[in-house]
C-alpha cells in the first residue's frame, strides 16, 4: 500500500485511498475538474481530477476509491493528479488503513483516566465524573474512540480521549505545584472540559459537525449536558456547580476563542492553559510528523501564527 506519508514527488501511485471530500470546481478557462481529499491513517492529501472524459468512473464523497496518478507538488504542498478512478469492490480495503488513530494504545489511556478519576475525593464531583465514565457504558465507548476535532489537533480515534487525558495530568501536575488550585475541581473540569465534541462532532468516517456543533458549540453543549447529570445527584452544591461549569465555559481563555466567558476563577485560568498547551504541543507534532523527512524551517504555520524550525540539535 502507497501510505500518504510516504508519498514523494514524482512517484506513480495506484492505490486505494479514502475520499474525504469532493468538489466539483472549474478553471478559469471554464473546464470543470474535481478537487479531493484523500485520506489514509498516515494523513492526507489534495488530489486533482484534471481529465474527467476518460478512466473516471462515478464515485461520491465518503466512499473508498482506487487510484491511478502521479504525485506532483503545488506551492511546496504535494498533491495526486489523478488519471483514473473506480469505486473499489468491498474486501478490497479494510477499514482501519484509512482512519487516523491515536498513536497511544486506547486502552491504556482509559486506565490512565480511570486512575485520575478515582483519585478524586470529592464525592459530589466523584459522583458526576461515575456518571459518565462508570455507569454510562454507550457514553464510555463513545468518548473513548472520538475524535477531539474536525481537522486542528487530535482529529483521530482515541483523539477525544488522549487530549483529555494529557489536560488532565498536567492539570494534575499544576494543582501540585500551586496548591492554591482545588484540585478535585480543576481535574474534574478538565476531564469534562470537551464532552460536549460528541455531539458537535459526528463519528468517523465522516468526522464532521453536526446541527448542533454548528449551532450551539460544544463549549455550551458540554456545559449543558453536565448541568443535566448534576441535577440528578442529591445534594450537588449550588456554588460546586456554578464553578465547574463557569471552567467548562471559560476553557477557551478569551471571547475571540469561542468562550462564552473569561476566566474568572484561577481554576478555570489553569484549565484554559492546560487546554492550550496540548493542543499547541498536538498541532506542533503533527507538524513535525508531516514533514519528517524535511529539516531546517517548514514555513508560517496560521495555528501556530508564527514561522516554525524544527530542532537540529
Given at each position: 500500500?502507497?501510505?500518504?506519508?510516504?508519498?514523494?514527488?514524482?512517484?506513480?501511485?495506484?492505490?486505494?485511498?479514502?475520499?474525504?471530500?469532493?468538489?466539483?470546481?472549474?478553471?478559469?478557462?471554464?473546464?470543470?475538474?474535481?478537487?479531493?481529499?484523500?485520506?489514509?491513517?498516515?494523513?492526507v492529501i489534495?488530489?486533482?481530477?484534471?481529465?474527467?472524459?476518460?478512466?473516471?468512473?462515478?464515485?461520491?464523497?465518503?466512499?473508498?476509491?482506487?487510484?491511478?496518478?502521479?504525485?506532483?507538488?503545488?506551492?511546496?504542498?504535494?498533491?495526486?493528479?489523478?488519471?483514473?478512478?473506480?469505486?473499489?469492490?468491498?474486501?478490497?480495503?479494510?477499514?482501519?488503513?484509512?482512519?487516523?488513530?491515536?498513536?497511544?494504545?486506547?486502552?491504556?489511556?482509559?486506565?490512565?483516566?480511570?486512575?485520575?478519576?478515582?483519585?478524586?475525593?470529592?464525592?459530589?464531583?466523584?459522583?458526576?465524573?461515575?456518571?459518565?465514565?462508570?455507569?454510562?457504558?454507550?457514553?464510555?465507548?463513545?468518548?473513548?474512540?472520538?475524535?477531539?476535532?474536525?481537522?486542528?489537533?487530535?482529529?483521530?480515534?482515541?483523539?477525544?480521549?488522549?487530549?483529555?487525558?494529557?489536560?488532565a495530568r498536567?492539570?494534575?501536575?499544576?494543582?501540585?505545584?500551586?496548591?492554591?488550585?482545588?484540585?478535585?475541581?480543576?481535574?474534574?473540569?478538565?476531564?469534562?472540559?470537551?464532552?460536549?465534541?460528541?455531539?458537535?462532532?459526528?463519528?468517523?468516517?465522516?468526522?464532521?459537525?453536526?446541527?448542533?456543533?454548528?449551532?450551539?458549540?460544544?463549549?455550551?453543549?458540554?456545559?449543558?449536558?453536565?448541568?443535566?447529570?448534576?441535577?440528578?445527584?442529591?445534594?450537588?452544591?449550588e456554588k460546586?456547580?456554578?464553578?465547574?461549569?463557569?471552567?467548562?465555559?471559560?476553557?477557551?481563555?478569551?471571547?475571540?476563542?469561542?468562550?462564552?466567558?473569561?476566566?474568572?476563577?484561577?481554576?478555570?485560568?489553569?484549565?484554559?492553559?492546560?487546554?492550550?498547551?496540548?493542543?499547541?504541543?498536538?498541532?506542533?507534532?503533527?507538524?513535525?510528523?508531516?514533514?519528517?523527512?524535511?529539516?531546517?524551517?517548514?514555513?508560517?504555520?496560521?495555528?501556530?501564527?508564527?514561522?516554525?524550525?524544527?530542532?537540529?540539535?
Amino acid at each position: 500500500m502507497y501510505y500518504i506519508n510516504e508519498l514523494r514527488e514524482g512517484d506513480n501511485v495506484s492505490a486505494i485511498y479514502f475520499c474525504k471530500t469532493k468538489i466539483v470546481a472549474t478553471t478559469k478557462a471554464g473546464k470543470t475538474y474535481y478537487n479531493l481529499m484523500l485520506q489514509d491513517r498516515t494523513g492526507v492529501i489534495d488530489g486533482k481530477v484534471w481529465d474527467l472524459s476518460n478512466g473516471i468512473d462515478h464515485f461520491e464523497e465518503l466512499d473508498y476509491i482506487a487510484i491511478d496518478g502521479q504525485v506532483t507538488s503545488f506551492n511546496n504542498q504535494l498533491q495526486l493528479n489523478i488519471r483514473r478512478i473506480r469505486k473499489a469492490r468491498e474486501g478490497e480495503y479494510d477499514v482501519s488503513e484509512y482512519m487516523p488513530v491515536s498513536p497511544y494504545k486506547l486502552e491504556e489511556m482509559e486506565d490512565a483516566l480511570m486512575g485520575i478519576i478515582s483519585r478524586v475525593e470529592n464525592p459530589h464531583l466523584h459522583a458526576l465524573l461515575s456518571s459518565f465514565f462508570l455507569e454510562d457504558e454507550s457514553f464510555l465507548a463513545n468518548f473513548r474512540k472520538h475524535s477531539a476535532a474536525k481537522s486542528v489537533h487530535h482529529s483521530f480515534i482515541g483523539g477525544l480521549l488522549h487530549h483529555s487525558l494529557f489536560v488532565a495530568r498536567t492539570c494534575e501536575f499544576l494543582a501540585n505545584q500551586y496548591p492554591m488550585l482545588n484540585k478535585d475541581l480543576l481535574v474534574t473540569a478538565a476531564i469534562l472540559h470537551d464532552v460536549g465534541k460528541l455531539k458537535e462532532i459526528s463519528d468517523f468516517p465522516e468526522n464532521d459537525y453536526t446541527d448542533a456543533g454548528q449551532l450551539l458549540g460544544h463549549i455550551v453543549i458540554g456545559a449543558m449536558w453536565v448541568n443535566e447529570r448534576i441535577e440528578k445527584i442529591p445534594g450537588f452544591p449550588e456554588k460546586l456547580k456554578d464553578e465547574l461549569l463557569h471552567c467548562i465555559l471559560a476553557h477557551h481563555g478569551e471571547l475571540e476563542f469561542g468562550s462564552p466567558k473569561k476566566p474568572a476563577i484561577i481554576e478555570a485560568l489553569a484549565l484554559s492553559f492546560a487546554d492550550n498547551l496540548d493542543a499547541k504541543m498536538e498541532t506542533f507534532t503533527e507538524l513535525l510528523k508531516a514533514n519528517e523527512n524535511i529539516s531546517g524551517w517548514l514555513g508560517f504555520n496560521r495555528l501556530l501564527d508564527s514561522n516554525v524550525k524544527k530542532t537540529e540539535s
